[in-house]
C-alpha cells in the first residue's frame, strides 16, 4: 500500500505547473482496471485532476523517458521518481543522456509494487476493481460475490520483495520521509543458480531463455539502454538479428545484452517486469552485478553521478577469469 | 567486394618444406573476390615484389593477400609494394603461414589445411578492408636522453652534433655511470677515465645539452613527437649554478663516515660530497639522509665556508615540464646482489669482493689508491680465486640468479687477471669458468694472452664453497678437465656477478609504455631490424637497458639510437598511424564509456547538431577521436555499447569476417 | 454432439497423438499457459488463453524459407522446405479461431503463401468455448461468441465432460476416428454451459466497447487525430503486443550466412520497430507516433476496407495484459473512436 | 588405422605486441603446437569484444582463447587489465549460464614466451580435445 497519495501528487504538480516552474509532468495515467496504469504526459492541471493516479501499481520507471523527453519537450519537465527510478535517474546523468537542468525531480515514496500477475495467479481471471484495506488489497472479480482479500507483501513484485533501497540518490524536492538502503537478500537466487551444476545450470537457463520472443520489451524498458542504436537493430553491426532464430541467438541476445549495461545496470527489475514471457532477465543482470561486487569491490550503479563502472576501470591486482572463477566455487 | 590478388609464398622451403603452396593458392582462387592467385619462391625479393606490381596492373586489383611469413616481419614490407604499385598501402592483409603455420606443423597435409584457412580469412578481412590515409602530427625538435652513462652520453652527443637540442636526465649526481668506476677497459686496455671524461666534458660543453643530474623522470604523457615529460629534479640543496666545485664544502664537513657508493662502500665520504674528481657537473650535493643541518637543523659549516654562497638547506624537489619529440631510453645497469650466493662466503668476509670492488681497488683514485690490496687487513694478497658466472647462466636457480649470460665478464674477468700479473707476476691466479666467451673484435687474442702470456690459471669448473678460516679463503672447487677437486687457499676471491638492469627501468618502461621483458630488459621493436627502437614509436634504446652489452657495443647501439632520432627529429611532421579509432557519431550516445578507457586521452566529447529523419533537429553529446593522439589499441570499441566506436584496420565486421572464415 | 468424461479425457488425446501431433495448452510455473505437445501425461490447462496465440502454429516466429550453398564462388539453391507433421490444436479460443479466418485472407489470397497453407493444411484445430472470460476480453466487440467457438471442431467443457461438434469434414473425420472413446449425446449440457458464458459476457467491463468511428473509409477522418501524439507518448516501441497479438502477420525476410551458404528465412517483424518496412531511402514511419498509430489504423481501417469490414482484431485481450506500458487496442478505440465503451 | 579422430577447432585471439609475437617466437623456434589453433591478430587483447568470441563459438569453434601482454607490459599500458576485467565478467557468465568454463581462456604469453605460446596452446586444445564438440552455444545452422 502506498503511503503516498495521488492527491498529494496532484496537488504538488499542479502547483508547479501553474507556478511555470515546470511545463509539463511526467505522471501516471490511469487505465481500464485499476492496475493497468501507463506513463504519461500531462501538460495542465484539469489532465492531472482527471487522470493522474499513484498506486500499487505504478511500476515503471520514468527516468528513461527523460532521455527522449527532455529532447522533444519545451521547459523544465516535473518527474516523479520512487527510490529506485533514482539510481536510474543518476546513471543517465553519469552518461550525459539528458540535461539536468530540464528536469525537476521529486522523490517520493514507495512501499513496493505489485505484480499483477501474482494477483492473478491468487484470484484468478476476471478482476473488476482492487481497492486497499490495510495490508490487504481487495480484489473484486466478476465471478466472486465478495471482493477478495490479498495479502500486499504476497503480491509484490519479486524486485520489490528484494528492494535494495528506500532511499532518494537524486530529487531536488523529496515528498514524504526519506528511506534507507535495505540490506537485501536479492543475490540469493543468484548463489542458487551458481550452486547447480553445470548442466542443471544450462537446462534452467535452456529453458527460461528458450521462451524469448524478441518482443524486446527489456531492452526498450530498460533505463540503461539508451543507445542511439542498438546493435541488434543496426545492420551495420554484424550482430543485428530480429528473431532468436534458434537457441544460440537467444542467448546472444541475452548475455550481450547484460553484458552491455554491465556496470550500468541498477538492478531496477524493468526488464523482468515488463517481460511478456516472465524469463527472470534481473537474474542475468544481477549475476554480473555480484561478480563485481565479490571481484572488485562494492558498486552500485547510480549511486553518485559520476562514478567509474568497474569495467571501465581496473586495479593492476584484479583477478584472473579463472582465479575469479574458482574463488567463487570456494566460496559456494 | 574487392578484386582480390593472392600471393602464396614459399619461403624457399621455409614455407613450401611443409605447405603444398601451389594447393593453397589453387584453393583461395575460388574465394569470394579473388580474381588472381598464385605462389612465387620469395615474395619479398624484388622480383616478388614486381610481380605483386605487375599483377595489380594486369588485374585491376583493388586489395593484396600475401600468405608468408609473420606481418610482423613483412607486412611493411608489401604495403610498400601496393603503394609502388598504385594501391593503398593498407589493402595489404598477411597471411602469417610460416611462424603460425609450417614452422610449427610437421604434416604437408595439415600444414596445407590450416595455411588455406588462415587464407581465406585474410580474403575475408580484406575484402572489407578500406584505403586508409594516415594523419599528420608535428614534431617537437628535442631530445631526452634517461640516463647519463656512456650510452646516454654517447647518443646525446650524437643527437646534439646534428643540431638537435638534448636534455640528459641523470639520477645520480654526477653523469658518467658505470664505465666511471671502471679502471681499464678491454682489450686495448686504456684507462676509462681517459677516454670517458673528455665525453662527458663534452656533453657539460655542449650548447646543445642541457643536463638534469640528480633528477629522475617522474612522467611521461604524448605520443612520438609530441611527449610532455615531467622531470624531478631532487633538491641537493647546493645552487648548482653557483657552486664551482672547489671542495671547501667536502674538507669541513664533520660527517665523514658515510659509505661513498662510488667506491662501493670501500671507504667513506662527507654529507655534502661530488661523487668524483672528474664528476660533470662538478657540483657538491648534499646527502640529506646523513647530513645534520637538513636532519637536526644544527651545523651549517658547509654554508660558511662557502664563499660562492651556493649552499642552499631551504632547497626544494622542483619539478621541470618539458616537450619532446623522441626519448632515449639509457638506464644500464647494475651487478646484482650478492646475498643470495652465501656459498663464496661474500657477507662473511671482507676479501670476498666483486669484479666491480676490484675495478675500484686497482683503479688509481680508488680507496687503496691503485694499489691491489686486501680489503681486509691492506696486505698483498698472493692468491687470487675469480670466479665467473656467479648468477649469470643460472638456470636452475631463477630466484637467485639469472637465466641469461652477462656478456661482459668473460672479458673483463681476463683483463682482471692479467692486469694483476703483469702488475703483481709473484701472484698466483686462478680463474674458474664454465665457459670462457670470447666473441669480439680482438677478444679471443685478449683472452689467449691472459693464459699464455700472463700465465694465468684458467680451470673449467665451479667453486663450490669458499670458507674464511684465519686469513685465508678456503677455496673448494672442481676441475671438470682433471676431474678432480681443488682446495686452494686464497688471499682474494672475486665474484664475476651478473648484471641486470637498474630497478628504475621498470616504472620508466610503464610510463613510457614501453615494453620489457621477463628480465625487465627493455624489448626491442625488432630483434634484428629494429634493434635500437623500442615497440612505442618514439621511444628508443641505448645501451645495456636493452641487454648486457660491453662498452664498444654500447657506444656503437648509442650511436645507432642518436641516428634513429636525428632521422625522427629532421621531419617536420609525422605521419601516424591510421589504424585508430573512430566513432560514427549517428550511433553515439556520448555516454563517456570510451573516454574512461582511452589511455592517451585521444577522446573528447562535442554537442553536435543532427537533422532527425522526421526534419526536426536534435543536439547530442558525441565522441570525437584526436587521431594523432589515438594509438590504436581499441579498448574503447569494446567498451562502447551501441557499436559506435570501432577501429580502422581492426573493425569490428574484419575481425568477424576472420573469425567466420576459420569457423567456416 | 459427442462427448467424452474428464477423466478420459488423457485416453481421448493419446488417441488423436496416434496419428497426429497434439498441441494443448499447459500451465506453466509462473501461472501461465503455453501451448505444449501432448505427452502422456501432459495436464490440460484451465487457464482461460495462452500467453501466446497458436497463430505460431501456422505462422512461426522464424521459417526457413529456401537456402544458398556456395562453394568458392558457385552458388546453389537449396530447397529447405520440411513439409509438416499432421497436426491437432486441441482448446483454441473462439476469438483465436477467428485469427485464423483473418491470417488465411492474408496468406491463402493470391499470390498464396504456402508456407502457410501447408500447415493449414495439415492443421485440425479444435475450438474451447470460454468458462470464465476475462476482463481485458471484448471478442464480442467483433462479432465473436465464445460461447460458440468454431474450428474444424468445437468443443464445451464442463465440470465433468467436454462435448465436441464437428465444423468441417476434416473435423469430422477425426471424431469418427475417435468414435471408440467419444459417445454421442444430446445438446442440452452444451446449451447450459453457452447460457452461463453469455450471463458472464453481459457483466464485462468492456462489453460495451464498439468499432464506432473504425472501419473501411475512416482513414481521412482519423488519420491526423491529435490523440495519436497523447496515446503514444509513452509507447516504448517493443514488439510484445504485435507478438501476442494473434492476427499480426508483419514479417521481415532476412538472410543469415552460415560461413558455408546463406538460409532465406522469415522472422516476425513489428510495426512497432523504428526499423520496420525501412528501404533505401530510410523509414516511411519516422516517429513512435506514426509507427503507433500504424498499428491501429491497420487493425482497425486498413485492414476491414480491404476485407469487407472485417476488423483485424479479434477482442482477445493478451495485448492488454503484455503491454510493459499498458497502452493497448481498447485504450486507442475509446479515445479515437469517440465511444466510451460504458 | 586411424579413426576419424576428432580435432577441436580453436580460435586463438593474440595482441599484436606480445602474444602474436610470442606466436611467432614459437614459429621461430619449431615449437609444435596443433594446427587446430587459429591465430587472429587484434591490436590489443582489449580490442577483444565478446561477441567475437560469441562469434566464434556461433561458428562452430570448440574453445577460444584469448592472449595478451602481461599485466604491467600493455603496449598500451592497460588494455590487458580491461581485457582482464571483461573477460572475467563474460567468462563467468557463461558459467552461470552452464556453458563449460574449460572452454574459454585468458592467457599471458609476452614476445619472449614462445614456448609458453606452445605449451599453452598445446594445454588448451587438450582441455578442449577432453570436452569435446561445443554443443552448448552452437548454432546448427553454421553445421557443415
Redesign the interface.
Same mark, same amino acid.
Given at each position: 500500500m502506498q503511503k503516498i497519495t495521488g492527491d498529494i501528487l496532484i496537488e504538488k504538480a499542479s502547483a508547479l505547473l501553474s507556478s511555470g516552474t515546470v511545463s509539463c509532468v511526467l505522471g501516471w495515467k490511469k487505465g481500464e482496471f485499476g492496475y493497468d496504469v501507463t506513463p504519461a504526459v500531462f501538460s495542465s492541471v484539469e489532465e492531472l485532476e482527471r487522470d493522474f493516479v499513484y498506486n500499487d501499481f505504478c511500476g515503471a520507471n520514468f527516468s528513461k523517458y527523460l532521455v527522449s523527453k527532455t529532447r522533444k519537450l519545451e521547459g523544465k519537465i516535473l518527474v516523479f521518481l520512487k527510490p529506485c527510478d533514482t539510481y536510474s535517474f543518476n546513471q543517465l546523468l553519469s552518461e550525459h543522456r539528458f540535461d539536468r537542468e530540464k528536469v525537476y525531480a521529486i522523490g517520493i515514496p514507495c512501499e513496493g509494487m505489485v505484480d499483477i500477475s501474482k494477483v492473478k495467479a491468487t484470484v484468478g481471471e476476471g478482476i473488476s476493481s482492487i481497492d486497499t484495506d490495510g495490508d490487504n488489497l481487495l480484489v473484486s472479480t466478476l465471478y466472486d460475490e465478495e471482493p477478495v482479500a490479498v495479502d500486499f507483501k504476497s503480491v509484490l513484485a519479486e524486485r520489490c520483495i528484494n528492494c535494495k533501497s528506500k532511499k532518494h540518490v537524486a530529487y531536488d524536492e523529496l515528498l514524504g520521509e526519506e528511506g534507507d538502503v535495505i540490506e537485501n537478500s536479492r543475490f540469493d537466487e543468484?548463489a542458487r543458480?551458481?550452486a547447480l551444476t553445470?548442466?542443471?545450470?544450462?537446462?534452467?537457463?535452456?529453458n527460461e531463455l528458450s521462451r524469448c520472443i524478441r518482443c524486446n520489451a527489456c531492452r526498450d524498458a530498460c533505463p540503461a539502454c539508451t543507445c542511439e542504436k542498438c546493435?541488434f537493430d543496426n545492420p551495420a553491426s554484424g550482430?543485428e538479428n530480429k528473431s532468436p532464430?534458434?537457441s544460440?541467438?537467444e542467448?546472444?541476445f541475452h548475455?550481450?545484452r547484460?553484458?552491455h549495461v554491465?556496470g550500468r545496470c541498477t538492478d531496477c527489475g524493468e526488464c523482468s517486469r515488463v517481460c511478456p514471457q516472465n524469463i527472470p532477465l534481473h537474474l542475468?543482470n544481477r549475476?554480473?552485478i555480484k561478480?563485481?561486487n565479490e571481484?572488485?569491490g562494492e558498486y552500485q550503479a547510480g549511486e553518485e553521478v559520476g562514478m567509474r563502472a568497474?569495467?571501465?576501470s581496473?586495479?593492476?591486482e584484479?583477478?584472473?577469469?579463472?582465479e575469479?572463477?574458482t574463488r567463487?566455487d570456494t566460496d559456494a | 567486394m574487392q578484386r582480390v590478388g593472392v600471393f602464396v609464398c614459399w619461403c624457399g622451403s621455409n614455407i613450401a618444406g611443409t605447405v603444398d603452396v601451389q594447393a593453397v593458392a589453387e584453393a583461395l582462387k575460388s574465394e569470394p573476390g579473388v580474381v588472381f592467385s598464385t605462389d612465387y619462391q620469395y615474395m619479398c625479393s624484388q622480383a616478388g615484389q614486381d610481380m605483386i606490381k605487375t599483377a595489380v596492373k594486369e588485374h585491376n586489383l583493388t586489395g593484396i593477400v600475401v600468405c608468408s611469413c609473420?606481418?610482423?616481419?613483412h607486412e611493411a614490407t608489401f604495403r610498400k609494394t601496393a603503394a609502388a604499385a598504385g594501391l593503398n598501402p593498407y589493402m595489404v592483409e598477411i597471411a602469417?603461414i610460416?611462424?603460425?603455420?609450417s614452422?610449427?606443423?610437421?604434416d604437408m597435409a595439415?600444414?596445407t589445411?590450416?595455411a588455406i584457412?588462415?587464407g581465406k580469412?585474410a580474403v575475408a578481412k580484406v575484402n572489407l578492408n578500406a584505403p586508409l590515409t594516415p594523419g599528420e602530427s608535428p614534431v617537437t625538435k628535442r631530445a631526452l636522453v634517461i640516463g647519463g652513462g656512456i650510452a646516454g652520453i654517447q647518443t646525446a652527443l650524437d643527437i646534439a652534433d646534428a643540431g638537435f637540442e638534448v636534455d640528459i636526465v641523470e639520477k645520480n649526481p654526477t653523469i658518467g655511470g658505470k664505465m666511471a668506476q671502471l679502471d681499464k677497459t678491454f682489450p686495448t686496455l686504456d684507462c676509462a677515465a681517459c677516454i670517458l671524461t673528455p665525453k662527458m666534458v663534452d656533453v657539460a660543453q655542449n650548447e646543445k645539452i642541457r643536463i638534469f643530474s640528480y633528477s629522475e623522470v617522474t612522467d611521461v604523457k604524448g605520443f612520438v613527437g609530441n611527449f610532455d615529460v615531467t622531470i624531478k629534479k631532487n633538491a641537493r640543496y647546493v645552487k648548482e649554478e653557483i657552486c664551482t666545485g672547489c671542495g671547501a664544502c667536502l674538507e669541513k664537513c664533520p660527517m665523514k663516515k658515510i659509505p661513498n657508493e662510488f667506491n662501493l662502500g670501500m671507504d667513506n665520504r662527507t654529507a655534502i660530497y661530488i661523487p668524483f674528481a672528474q664528476a660533470v657537473p662538478k657540483v657538491a650535493t648534499i646527502d640529506p639522509t646523513a647530513c645534520t643541518m637538513l636532519k637536526k637543523g644544527k651545523c651549517g659549516i658547509c654554508s660558511k665556508v662557502c664563499t660562492a654562497g651556493a649552499i642552499d638547506y631551504t632547497q626544494k624537489d622542483e619539478y621541470i615540464e618539458e616537450k619532446y619529440g623522441a626519448i632515449v631510453v639509457a638506464t644500464g645497469f647494475n651487478p646484482i646482489s650478492m646475498d643470495k650466493f652465501d656459498e663464496f662466503a661474500y657477507s662473511q668476509s671482507k676479501d670476498v669482493i666483486t669484479s666491480l670492488e676490484f675495478e675500484r681497488l686497482t683503479n688509481a683514485a680508488g680507496p687503496s689508491a691503485g694499489k691491489l690490496l686486501r680489503p681486509s687487513d691492506g696486505k698483498h694478497p698472493h692468491t687470487i680465486v675469480f670466479v665467473q658466472c656467479v648468477g649469470s647462466r643460472c638456470e636452475a636457480c631463477a630466484e637467485k640468479g639469472k637465466e641469461y649470460c652477462s656478456k661482459i665478464c668473460c672479458m673483463y674477468t681476463a683483463k682482471h687477471a692479467m692486469l694483476t700479473r703483469d702488475k703483481y707476476p709473484d701472484t698466483e691466479v686462478y680463474v674458474f669458468y664454465i665457459d670462457v666467451r670470447t666473441p669480439g673484435k680482438n677478444f679471443d687474442e685478449f683472452y689467449r694472452r691472459a693464459v699464455e702470456e700472463f700465465g694465468v690459471k684458467y680451470i673449467k669448473g665451479m667453486v663450490g664453497k669458499v670458507t674464511p678460516e684465519g686469513d685465508k679463503l678456503k677455496v673448494q672447487a672442481s676441475d671438470l678437465i682433471a676431474n678432480k677437486q681443488l682446495h686452494i687457499d686464497a688471499d682474494l676471491v672475486v665474484l664475476a656477478a651478473a648484471i641486470e638492469p637498474d630497478k628504475s627501468a621498470r616504472p620508466l618502461a610503464?610510463m613510457l609504455?614501453a615494453?620489457?621483458?621477463?628480465n625487465d630488459f627493455f624489448?626491442e621493436a625488432h630483434p634484428k631490424l629494429r634493434p635500437v627502437e623500442s615497440?612505442?614509436a618514439g621511444v628508443f634504446l641505448s645501451g645495456a637497458c636493452q641487454g648486457p652489452k660491453d662498452i664498444p657495443e654500447t657506444v656503437s647501439q648509442a650511436g645507432a639510437a642518436a641516428s634513429k632520432v636525428i632521422g625522427l627529429l629532421a621531419k617536420d611532421k609525422l605521419t601516424g598511424n591510421p589504424?585508430v579509432a573512430s566513432s560514427d557519431e549517428l550511433m553515439c550516445n556520448g555516454c563517456s564509456s570510451c573516454a574512461n578507457?582511452c589511455?592517451?586521452g585521444a577522446i573528447t566529447y562535442a554537442e553536435k547538431e543532427f537533422r532527425m529523419p522526421d526534419r526536426t533537429t536534435k543536439v547530442r553529446r558525441v565522441a570525437e577521436v584526436n587521431p594523432a593522439v589515438c594509438?590504436?589499441?581499441?579498448?574503447c570499441?569494446?567498451?562502447c555499447p551501441s557499436g559506435a566506436m570501432d577501429?580502422k584496420g581492426?573493425a569490428?565486421l574484419q575481425?568477424?569476417a576472420?573469425?567466420?572464415a576459420?569457423?567456416? | 454432439m459427442r462427448k467424452c468424461s474428464l477423466d478420459k479425457i488423457n485416453l481421448l488425446f493419446a488417441e488423436i497423438a496416434k496419428n497426429a501431433v497434439l498441441y494443448l495448452p499447459v500451465d506453466e510455473n509462473d501461472g501461465s499457459a503455453v501451448y505444449k505437445k501432448w505427452e502422456d501425461g501432459t495436464a490440460y490447462s484451465n487457464a482461460l488463453n495462452t500467453v501466446r496465440s497458436p497463430k505460431d502454429f501456422f505462422f512461426p516466429q522464424t521459417e526457413n524459407l529456401m537456402g544458398f550453398k556456395t562453394l568458392g564462388k558457385t552458388i546453389e539453391v537449396i530447397d529447405t522446405r520440411v513439409e509438416p507433421d499432421d497436426f491437432v490444436i486441441f482448446g483454441v479460443r473462439a476469438c483465436d479461431v477467428r485469427s485464423f479466418d483473418i491470417l488465411d485472407r492474408v496468406f491463402l489470397s493470391e499470390p498464396v503463401d504456402s508456407f502457410y497453407a501447408s500447415r493449414r493444411n495439415h492443421g485440425i484445430i479444435i475450438s474451447m468455448a470460454c468458462t470464465r472470460p476475462s476482463e481485458t476480453c471484448f471478442c464480442k466487440t467483433f462479432g465473436i461468441d465464445p460461447a460458440e467457438p468454431q474450428g474444424d471442431i468445437s468443443a464445451w467443457k464442463t465440470e465433468t465432460e467436454v462435448f465436441f461438434k464437428s465444423n468441417t469434414a476434416k473435423g469430422e473425420n477425426l471424431l469418427t476416428a475417435l468414435d471408440g472413446i467419444l459417445e454421442d449425446c444430446d445438446n442440452n449440457e452444451v446449451d447450459a454451459q453457452k447460457a452461463k458464458i453469455n450471463a458472464v459476457m453481459n457483466r464485462l467491463p468492456l462489453k460495451n466497447l464498439t468499432t464506432d468511428g473504425f472501419g473501411g473509409g475512416k482513414t481521412a477522418e482519423i488519420f491526423d487525430s491529435p490523440k495519436w501524439e497523447e496515446l503514444s507518448e509513452s509507447c516504448l516501441g517493443c514488439g510484445t503486443c504485435t507478438f501476442v497479438c494473434p492476427t499480426c502477420q508483419c514479417y521481415d525476410i532476412k538472410d543469415?550466412n552460415?560461413?558455408?551458404g546463406v538460409?532465406r528465412f522469415r522472422c516476425w517483424d513489428s510495426c512497432m520497430y523504428s526499423d520496420f518496412t525501412k528501404m533505401a531511402h530510410g523509414n516511411n514511419r519516422n516517429t513512435q507516433k506514426e509507427r503507433f498509430r500504424q498499428r491501429f489504423m491497420h487493425k482497425l481501417v486498413y485492414y476491414p476496407e480491404n476485407n469487407e469490414e472485417i476488423f483485424s482484431c479479434v477482442g482477445c485481450g493478451r495485448c492488454l495484459s503484455k503491454c510493459p506500458i499498458s497502452m493497448n487496442i481498447v485504450k486507442v478505440m475509446k479515445e479515437i473512436g469517440g465511444n466510451k465503451g460504458e | 588405422m586411424q579413426v576419424n579422430e576428432y580435432k577441436p577447432?580453436i580460435?586463438a585471439f593474440c595482441c599484436?605486441?606480445?602474444s602474436?609475437?610470442g606466436? /611467432?617466437?614459437? @614459429?621461430?623456434n %619449431?615449437?609444435?603446437?596443433p594446427?587446430d589453433v587459429?591465430?587472429?591478430?587484434?591490436?590489443?587483447s582489449?580490442?577483444?569484444?565478446?561477441?567475437?568470441i560469441?562469434?566464434?563459438?556461433?561458428?562452430?569453434?570448440d574453445g577460444v582463447i584469448i592472449c595478451g601482454?602481461h599485466?604491467?607490459?600493455?603496449?598500451?599500458?592497460?588494455?590487458n587489465?580491461?581485457a582482464?576485467?571483461?573477460?572475467?565478467?563474460?567468462?563467468?557468465?557463461? /558459467?552461470?549460464? @552452464?556453458?563449460? %568454463?574449460e572452454r574459454?581462456?585468458?592467457e599471458w604469453v609476452?614476445?619472449?614466451?614462445g614456448a609458453k605460446f606452445?605449451a599453452t596452446m598445446n594445454d588448451f586444445v587438450q582441455q578442449v580435445t577432453a570436452l569435446g564438440e561445443n554443443k552448448?552455444?552452437?548454432?546448427?545452422?553454421?553445421k557443415?
Open positions: 543468484v543458480i551458481e553445470p548442466d542443471e545450470r544450462f537446462a534452467f537457463w535452456q546493435v550482430v532464430a534458434n544460440f541467438e542467448k546472444l548475455i550481450i547484460a553484458y554491465a542475468l549475476k554480473f561478480d563485481m571481484f572488485y568497474p569495467l571501465v581496473y586495479t593492476t584484479d583477478l584472473e577469469p579463472g575469479a572463477l567463487r | 609473420s606481418p610482423r616481419m602469417n610460416r611462424e603460425q603455420c614452422w610449427v606443423h610437421k595439415t600444414g589445411e590450416k584457412i588462415l580469412a610503464t609504455t615494453s620489457m621483458d621477463t624489448t615497440p612505442t589504424c578507457v589511455p592517451y594509438q590504436g589499441c581499441g579498448a570499441t569494446v567498451a577501429l581492426f569490428n575481425i568477424m576472420e573469425v567466420d576459420i569457423c567456416k | 543469415f552460415t560461413g558455408t538460409i | 577447432l580460435v599484436n605486441w606480445c602474436y609475437a606466436a /611467432d617466437l614459437a @614459429g621461430n %619449431r615449437l609444435n603446437y594446427a587459429k591465430i587472429i591478430r587484434v591490436p590489443c582489449c580490442r577483444v569484444n565478446p561477441m567475437f560469441l562469434r566464434a563459438f556461433q561458428r562452430g569453434a601482454c599485466p604491467g607490459d600493455c603496449h598500451y599500458t592497460s588494455g587489465y580491461y582482464r576485467r571483461r573477460m572475467t565478467a563474460l567468462f563467468s557468465m557463461l /558459467d552461470y549460464l @552452464g556453458i563449460e %568454463r574459454t581462456r585468458l609476452s614476445a619472449a614466451e606452445a552448448r552455444l552452437e548454432d546448427l545452422r553454421c557443415k
